[in-house]
């Protein structure tokens, strides 16, 4: 089993739909928990941290449920520029501040 | 700009031979890591340093692969004798210890091209 795993995508959504990702990691004493964006030919760039209660941030809601292992994240109302890869982030080891692992992504085109 | 700097930002080479790539981290980060990244995939972990010392080179790629940082600020990651299977932008970040969310900013990278 893969250490993170997402939706393989791509997902080709309407300007102004909501679109969901998810995603599940292996490693159960994983600690700190992200999404990135990435859009091509670019470095990943931190979207958002994934917090035990889930959190917003404007369009953007992230969940984490540490029993199923499982993390989402939903983009309301998407934008032409919301168009990126969106990586799933799970720290490696027990520790919080320790390398992270990468899914290989989930690719979004958001079309007018 | 204090963001993560790389250098350089593009570097074709021919197989054999060796290649130096530099990062430059957020300047109160104190930690700096490597991470490759090939075509269709998440970046992965390399190596990492706290400070000057490297604490995990476990998943360096081969002995080929080697990273420095000596002086607790700007790292390099080498290549010796370089193969067409190394083709990959390399990407380093860096973050600062002691918090508790290890939120890692990443450089532009370095998109490597073995001929």
């Known amino acids: 089993r893969k250490e993170v795993e997402q939706d393989p995508g791509p997902f080709n959504v309407p300007e102004g739909a909501t679109v969901a990702f998810n995603c599940t990691y292996s490693n159960s004493a994983s600690q700190s928990f992200f999404w990135y964006r990435q859009d091509c030919r670019k470095e990943p760039k931190l979207l958002m941290s994934?917090?035990?209660s889930g959190n917003e941030d404007g369009r953007f809601t992230a969940q984490l449920n540490r029993a199923s292992q499982y993390i989402s994240l939903l983009i309301r109302d998407s934008k032409l520029s919301d168009s990126a890869t969106y990586l799933c982030v799970v720290n490696w080891g027990s520790a919080g501040n320790t390398p992270l692992v990468f899914g290989k992504g989930t690719r979004l085109s958001v079309i007018a | 700009d204090t963001g993560v700097s790389q250098d350089p930002r593009h570097k074709i080479t021919k197989r054999g031979q060796n290649v130096t790539f530099r990062c430059d981290p957020i300047?109160?980060?104190?930690?700096l890591y490597w991470y490759r990244q090939t075509l269709g995939q998440g970046p992965e972990f390399l190596t990492y340093f706290q400070n000057e010392a490297q604490l995990e080179k476990s998943r360096l790629l081969s002995d080929r692969f080697s990273a420095e940082r000596p002086k607790g600020s700007f790292s390099t990651l080498e290549i010796q004798r370089t193969e067409q299977g190394d083709s990959a932008m390399y990407l380093c970040?860096?973050?600062?210890?002691?918090?508790?969310?290890?939120?890692?900013?990443f450089g532009p990278g370095t998109r490597l091209t073995v001929l």
């Open positions: 994934v917090y035990s």
């Open positions: 300047s109160e980060h104190n930690r």
């Open positions: 970040a860096s973050s600062q210890s002691g918090r508790a969310w290890n939120e890692q900013f």
